[in-house]
């Protein structure tokens, strides 16, 4: 085969399938100039040295969002854990609705909660966020889907659900979630934050959270 005929195709191809050829040419290795974006050139060692500080860089990168999201899902798990202790402490029914909203408010640091009891006995506590309506109440027609799949609903909500959930404040609510109470009804959390709430986070908490209250309200009641 003549010089003409080895395309940089072949050499390329060769080279791939043999990683270890340059390891037997030392000098070949040195001499190979690696032409770089910035139009400078330098060596293939050079070159391989600015591969692993890129490779290391992007994983340390990694690891930085892995550490945070741990230390983010350590402090939940603290105010899952302070929300427990509340539940368990309550002993009647109002005081378990009561320790919801607390918790919600302080353990959580939410902006706005709304506590929505269905066909459940009125409690003698005047407070905004506790909504207390007959369960054939028109305005839950616009919530039968999301009680119907029985899972947390995170994003940005219609405005009527928002009205009927938060009133006045409505406007205050860049993004929202629900959350389900089995039999008892559901809970609304607004936030001023648009990105505080969205579709594509993670419900796992959410569905935990959802089901203690639903077992502590089902122990009161």
Same mark, same amino acid.
């Given at each position: 085969?003549?010089?003409?005929?080895?395309?940089?195709?072949?050499?390329?191809?060769?080279?791939?399938?043999?990683?270890?050829?340059?390891?037997?040419?030392?000098?070949?290795?040195?001499?190979?100039?690696?032409?770089?974006?910035?139009?400078?050139?330098?060596?293939?060692?050079?070159? *391989?040295?600015?591969?692993?500080?890129?490779?290391?860089?992007?994983?340390?990168?990694?690891?930085?969002?892995?550490?945070?999201?741990?230390?983010?899902?350590?402090?939940?798990?603290?105010?899952?854990?302070?929300?427990?202790?509340?539940?368990?402490?309550?002993?009647?029914?109002?005081?378990?609705?009561?320790?919801?909203?607390?918790?919600?408010?302080?353990?959580?640091?939410?902006?706005?909660?709304?506590?929505?009891?269905?066909?459940?006995?009125?409690?003698?506590?005047?407070?905004?966020?506790?909504? *207390?309506?007959?369960?054939?109440?028109?305005?839950?027609?616009?919530?039968?889907?999301?009680?119907?799949?029985?899972?947390?609903?995170?994003?940005?909500?219609?405005?009527?659900?928002?009205?009927?959930?938060?009133?006045?404040?409505?406007?205050?609510?860049?993004?929202?979630?629900?959350?389900?109470?089995?039999?008892?009804?559901?809970?609304?959390?607004?936030?001023?934050?648009?990105?505080?709430?969205?579709?594509?986070?993670?419900?796992?908490?959410?569905?935990?959270?959802?089901?203690?209250?639903?077992?502590?309200?089902?122990?009161?009641?």
């Amino acid at each position: 085969m003549t010089d003409i005929e080895l395309s940089a195709e072949r050499v390329a191809s060769y080279l791939r399938r043999n990683p270890s050829f340059l390891s037997d040419f030392p000098d070949l290795a040195l001499a190979m100039v690696i032409p770089r974006h910035a139009g400078a050139a330098t060596s293939l060692t050079s070159y *391989q040295l600015d591969v692993l500080r890129e490779k290391n860089g992007a994983l340390a990168q990694r690891l930085r969002e892995l550490s945070e999201v741990a230390q983010d899902n350590e402090a939940l798990i603290g105010r899952v854990h302070q929300l427990s202790l509340r539940l368990l402490r309550a002993r009647r029914f109002a005081d378990t609705v009561l320790a919801v909203a607390a918790s919600l408010r302080e353990d959580f640091h939410t902006d706005l909660v709304r506590v929505c009891l269905i066909g459940a006995p009125v409690l003698d506590i005047h407070e905004p966020w506790l909504l *207390q309506i007959g369960a054939d109440a028109q305005p839950l027609g616009q919530f039968a889907d999301f009680r119907g799949k029985g899972e947390p609903l995170c994003g940005r909500l219609r405005q009527e659900k928002l009205d009927f959930l938060f009133g006045d404040l409505a406007g205050e609510v860049s993004s929202a979630v629900l959350l389900p109470v089995g039999q008892f009804g559901f809970l609304g959390i607004g936030s001023a934050d648009p990105n505080r709430f969205h579709p594509g986070m993670g419900t796992v908490f959410l569905r935990q959270i959802a089901e203690l209250i639903d077992t502590a309200l089902a122990s009161a009641a």
